[in-house]
């Protein structure tokens, strides 16, 4: 049955994760001065606190499902800006958890992850990445060479999965997954990128230079199951964006409010001020990728693995929060340009959700592609 | 709990109103539009459905079925959609707030089997009309009400035979039932519109009209209007969903047949790009709706989301409309295609309030 209403279950879990949200919130401000600082794994306040990502993931009985009660969640992190609780998972462990032998997966299963594809020459065109590995028939190893940027979790994660091609030793070639151990000879991690907002989060460049790998530790991923993670990930994207959408908006709101100016729901668009309509214009792009974001969740619970249905939510998701956190700068007028306030770090922050995991060009292609039957030859 | 299922019953009414829809309506609506009027024939097919007498039925009432179908109806034509929308809205909210009498004397005479119109009358033939400023008043007097006012744009004016009318009634709104014959009511000659032009809309004069206590909606216990209009803006963005859908579907196939410049127009990033948004956006509508019409199911409050649906929709629903006669380029200004009808009508259907309900 058609059905838009938390559950009790759903309720307790976000509104600790809003509570924990609130007191993130404090953070916020000094790891966006202080990028070159990793936030600890666990801050004091919250070790007696339980981790509502783990609480969502639990599947709770009488929730509306793991899968939306985690998207729900990530929306609440990111209204605060900072988790009380860093994850330990990265989308390295999904290829990890995808692909991997078991002997390989027990070996890494508790170890952060990061996934490297992007390189300078290779963002939104992955299939046109140049680190190599060459087989080394004398050891046994794998020589790896080349450059990622923009990598997430590079600093704080215990290694890498790094999407390269390969020259085997009869000579194949193609694309495959190496996972790098931090302290591996040959591989360095570069210093935090200074970046526009999310300053917080980590990102580096690393560089492989002759860097040798076991054997054991090519996992096989091919570029299509690499790829493939982003499938779940997208919609969560898109409901981080929306974490950051929420907080300008309920700023607004009572900043707004504070002025005398109400939002009110009753009238028509001719009965209400420039600035409260909008607002609600807003609000309602607000709502409605937050419902995108649902659906796909959703469908991933059903078992039906949402392709179009992602990438909808992650395009939706990414426009919001720009359109958003700069309408929201207009309704609030010079005074929000204040340090002293959030909607800066929300402008600044809620930017990076339609470039990274696929800009909104990409997921456009990709919805336009599934829409129209056409391959990525007909279209790119 | 948040699901987006839809039960057994409600995917075989979708599948029955779609198959009418695509076979019956869909074919109908062109000559419609020229002609200026709605073929009765048309009518008795949407009414042989039941999706409109359903509002009488305590157990059938049920705004997300009527969000789902109306999207349905409106994918084929608009005109056609309202046409079954405004007399939802009428018996929706005599069985949602009407009293007991109110029920008994109403409901059983649209349970007829021809279709039957009764209008929801609530916009006012007024420039910068706005529904939190409505002019025409009832002045309660001893034995009743004194209703003065205009109401313009009403569905099917001429074959209504009862209006429900919000006015103001001291400091605030309230609405009467009124029947087509009462003394000091006259429908106006129908007036074409941009678009809706089958929908035969008419603005109904009420003079001085004298009701009884009992056409008051709830009687002494009164009505809630907003609920009136919570759930008109729930319908109006069921009925632009749909459209804004007839548009995409009619673009897609149409813009990878037409070549230009040597490829398939649909392979051009800038045409694609717009299809994927029509894609994003019709999907946001929908759930948008849904959720309106869900909280009116449940009986809650659904002010806020009716109304975010409602801004939500008429926004993307005209940027689509506009979008679809774009891509057609000279084509689509032609009336051989459907795009420039679909351009009128949601310039019409976006600007609407009230006249429908879920
Ligand atoms: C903070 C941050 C964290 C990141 N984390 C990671 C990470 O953990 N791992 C990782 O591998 N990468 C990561 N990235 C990289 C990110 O995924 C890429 O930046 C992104 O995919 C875009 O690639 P690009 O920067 O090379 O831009 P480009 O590919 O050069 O794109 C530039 C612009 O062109 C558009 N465009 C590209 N192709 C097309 C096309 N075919 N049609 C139309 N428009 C097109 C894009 O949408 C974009 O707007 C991160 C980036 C940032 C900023």
Redesign the interface.
Do not use: H, K, N, P
């Given at each position: 049955?058609?059905?838009?209403?938390?559950?009790s279950t759903?309720e307790n879990v976000l509104s600790s994760a809003h509570e924990q949200a609130i007191i993130g919130r404090r953070y916020a401000r000094y790891y966006d001065k202080h990028e070159d600082e990793l936030e600890p794994a666990e801050f004091p306040e919250a070790k007696d606190l339980p981790n509502p990502v783990t609480l969502a993931e639990e599947g709770l009985s009488g929730?509306?499902?793991s899968r939306?009660l985690h998207s729900l969640v990530m929306l609440e992190i990111y209204w605060g800006g900072i988790s009380l609780h860093r994850s330990k998972w990265g989308l390295g462990n999904t290829v990890l958890k995808t692909v991997a032998t078991p002997e390989q997966f027990e070996k890494w299963k508790n170890h952060t992850i990061a996934i490297a594809i992007t390189e300078p020459g290779a963002g939104s065109d992955p299939a046109s990445i140049r680190t190599t590995a060459t087989f080394d028939r004398e050891t046994g190893e794998w020589i790896l060479n080349g450059e990622k940027i923009f990598i997430s979790q590079a600093q704080s994660g215990d290694a890498a999965m790094v999407l390269s091609r390969f020259i085997a030793p009869d000579g194949s070639r193609g694309m495959t997954t190496f996972l790098v151990e931090k302290g591996t000879p040959g591989f360095t991690v570069g210093p935090q990128l200074k970046k526009l907002g999310i300053r917080s989060h980590d990102t580096c460049n690393l560089l492989f230079e002759n860097c040798r790998i076991p054997e054991f530790n090519h996992i096989k991923g091919d570029f299509k199951s690499t790829m493939s993670v982003f499938n779940d990930s997208r919609p969560m994207v898109g409901a981080m964006a929306l974490g950051v959408a929420r907080a300008a908006l309920d700023f607004t709101r009572e900043k707004l409010g504070e002025r005398g100016i109400e939002i009110g729901?009753?009238?028509?668009?001719?009965?209400r001020s420039a600035i409260v309509d909008r607002f609600?214009?807003l609000?309602?792009?607000y709502?409605?990728?937050l419902?995108?974001v649902?659906?796909s969740k959703?469908?991933e619970q059903?078992d039906v693995p949402p392709k179009?249905?992602a990438s909808?939510a992650k395009?939706?998701g990414g426009k919001a929060a720009r359109r958003i956190t700069q309408g929201c700068i207009d309704l609030l007028g010079p005074e929000a340009l204040s340090e002293d306030h959030p909607l800066d770090r929300c402008f600044r922050d809620g930017r990076i959700f339609d470039i990274y995991e696929g800009a909104g060009?990409i997921?456009?292609?990709i919805?336009?592609r599934s829409?129209?039957g056409?391959t990525g030859r007909?279209?790119r | 709990m948040i699901s987006f299922e839809l039960t057994q019953e409600q995917k075989l009414a979708q599948s029955m109103v779609q198959e009418l829809a695509s076979s019956q309506l869909r074919p109908a609506a062109r000559s419609a539009d020229d002609r200026e009027a709605m073929p009765s024939s048309i009518l008795d097919e949407i009414w042989a459905t039941g999706i409109i007498q359903s509002q009488s039925d305590a157990d059938g009432y049920s705004p997300t079925l009527n969000a789902l179908l109306l999207e349905e109806l409106a994918v084929a034509d608009a005109s056609f959609a309202i046409a079954a929308a405004a007399p939802i809205g009428f018996l929706g909210a005599i069985a949602a707030q009407g009293s007991s009498a109110q029920k008994k004397n109403l409901l059983p005479i649209f349970a007829g089997d021809k279709y039957r119109c009764a209008g929801v009358a609530i916009m006012e033939p007024d420039f910068a009309f706005d529904v939190s400023a409505i002019r025409s008043t009832a002045i309660k007097k001893r034995d009743g009400y004194l209703l003065s006012g205009m109401k313009g744009l009403i569905p099917l004016a001429g074959s209504c035979s009862h209006f429900l009318v919000v006015a103001r009634c001291g400091d605030t709104l309230d609405a009467f039932i009124v029947e087509r014959n009462a003394r000091g009511v006259s429908v106006g000659e129908k007036k074409p519109n941009i678009g809706l032009r089958a929908l035969e809309m008419a603005t109904v004069s009420f003079k001085d009209v004298e009701l009884p206590a009992s056409a008051r909606l709830g009687e002494s216990a009164g009505c809630d209007v907003q609920r009136i209009i919570d759930s008109a803006r729930t319908a109006l963005s069921a009925i632009m969903t749909g459209t804004a859908r007839a548009v995409m579907e009619f673009v897609m196939p149409y813009t990878k047949e037409r070549v230009v410049h040597g490829d398939a127009l649909a392979k051009k990033q800038t045409i694609a790009f717009r299809l994927a948004d029509m894609r994003i956006e019709t999907d946001a509508m929908r759930w948008m709706t849904w959720k309106a019409a869900s909280i009116l199911e449940q009986g809650g409050d659904a002010t806020r989301q009716a109304q975010l649906a409602y801004t939500y929709c008429t926004e993307n629903a005209m940027w689509i409309a506009d979008e679809g006669v774009q891509m057609l380029g000279g084509h689509g200004y032609l009336r051989d295609n459907p795009v420039e009808m679909w351009y009128r009508d949601t310039r019409t259907v976006s600007v609407l309030e009230g006249a429908v309900g879920v």
């Open positions: 049955m058609i059905d838009f209403q938390l559950t759903d929730s509306s499902g939306i729901y009753r009238g028509g668009m001719r009965s609600i214009r609000e309602a792009i709502e409605a990728a419902l995108t649902l659906r959703w469908l059903q179009v249905e909808i395009a939706a060009e997921q456009r292609l919805i336009a829409i129209l056409y007909d279209l | -």
